[in-house]
């Protein structure tokens, strides 16, 4: 049943599929209200839920006054990888068909929900991730120049490793059909940030296409990001991934991450 305070989708668009929006939260509080207000307008989503990583700010506070929200709080900081997985435990135990990650922060509009939603609806995608490099939108929206750099380059390397084609493997605007969160072994994942490299690598792996949807982004004080050095362990972790990628296909290893 749809949250009294979310209205009814186009049937014929999402198919009577159940869509519930995950908010993996830390110290969001003072964006958290706007990407909610924004999230409920798009009038497609049945459930939102959010999930409070030990932030040390109002975001528990402010989460508990969103009508219809399911809120659930780590009691210590477990990290963002950590936080997705509560994320998609609770959208699976809800009856989620289709699952969308919007960060809390604002930096990704939620008005891509209704596309993103029916692509997947219509059953040409298992993913579809809302990309900053399409239609130019990392720069113009603040993304700073190394980060674009490293993006573009360590992209064409895991595209080469992994033999797909993705604009960027980056972005945190991701939406994943029911079936795949419950046929790949995300749960073997790291509970850090290389989380997000890892379950696109798994998908690929099963021979899905990810989808992308070009998506508009800012970059500003309040939105959540990584420092010089998180982001360059980040970058090497993605690597190793890949790397793990390419050598499970040759045979060469056995790895939780890619089983046969």
Not at 26 to 41: D, H, S
Not at 44 to 72: C, F
Not at 181 to 202: C, G, R
Request: aromatic content about 10%; hydrophobic content about 45%.
């Amino acid at each position: 049943m749809r949250c009294p305070q979310l209205h009814w989708a186009s049937e014929k668009m999402l198919m009577g599929k159940k869509i519930v929006v995950v908010m993996p939260a830390y110290n969001a509080a003072r964006t958290l209200v706007k990407t909610f207000r924004e999230v409920v307008a798009q009038e497609v989503v049945d459930r939102i839920i959010i999930v409070d990583d030990a932030s040390g700010d109002e975001t528990v506070q402010i989460a508990q006054s969103l009508p219809g929200v399911k809120l659930v709080v780590h009691e210590r900081n477990l990290g963002y990888g950590a936080n997705q997985k509560t994320c998609y435990r609770l959208a699976l135990e809800e009856g989620a068909d289709i699952i969308i990650m919007v960060h809390p922060d604002y930096q990704y509009t939620p008005k891509l929900i209704p596309a993103m939603a029916s692509l997947i609806a219509s059953g040409l995608y298992q993913c579809v991730l809302g990309s900053r490099i399409l239609g130019g939108y990392a720069l113009k929206g603040g993304m700073p120049l190394w980060k674009y750099i490293a993006n573009r380059i360590l992209t064409f390397m895991e595209n080469v490793l992994m033999g797909a084609k993705l604009s960027e493997y980056h972005t945190g605007y991701r939406a994943y059909a029911r079936q795949i969160l419950t046929t790949i072994p995300w749960e073997n994942n790291s509970d850090d940030f290389v989380f997000d490299n890892e379950i696109l690598a798994q998908i690929l792996w099963q021979g899905h296409i990810i989808a992308e949807v070009s998506c508009p982004t800012r970059y500003f004080p309040e939105a959540s990001s990584i420092d010089f050095w998180r982001s360059l362990r980040y970058g090497l972790g993605c690597l190793r991934v890949a790397m793990l990628f390419r050598l499970a296909k040759l045979g060469l290893v056995k790895t939780p991450l890619f089983p046969r």
